[in-house]
């Protein structure tokens, strides 16, 4: 049988005390959190994810990279891109020029994408495309109209390179 005494918390699995006095807790005051009571570090990676990809730089990156992999048409873009932008991705889309590396491979993705804005209401973004072994740069300009709606107005991409 375990012997406990006023001298300190009981351990849970022996009943053995730690030695340490136990601090009286102001009333109204709780514990602090225990670790299982803490969030999944997944969640907090899944919520960082869903914030990055609602960022016009990535919304656009994410849709170019469906459009110049063959996933979507070249039309899918009509209503998000301004003319010369336009232009440019129907010259692209039909090459698929960011498709899988290989037949059957890894959906191509956005590994990182980052902005510069000269003003308030442009964005100068770029990109980098990975499939496979390869790695490609992908480069757009945002422009926010007047009715507050962010549209293409370039896009640059380019050659390939092994990671």
Known sequence: MHRTTSSG????????TTGRPTAAR???RTAPPRRSDARRPGAD????????????RYWFANRLLLTLSGQRPAHWMLGHTLGPA????VELAPRAPLRPAAPGGSAPVVRYCDE?????DVIEAFARIASGDRL?????????GADE???CSAVELGEPSRV
């Open 9 to 16: 918390p009981a351990n849970r699995t022996t009943g053995r």
């Open 26 to 28: 102001p009333p109204g």
């Open 45 to 56: 990676l899944a919520t960082r994810r869903y914030e990055r990809e609602r960022l016009p």
């Open 86 to 89: 336009y232009d440019r991705i």
């Open 116 to 120: 510069f804005r000269p003003r308030s």
């Open 136 to 144: 490609r740069a992908l480069a757009f300009r945002l422009e926010r």
């Open 149 to 151: 709606r962010w549209r």
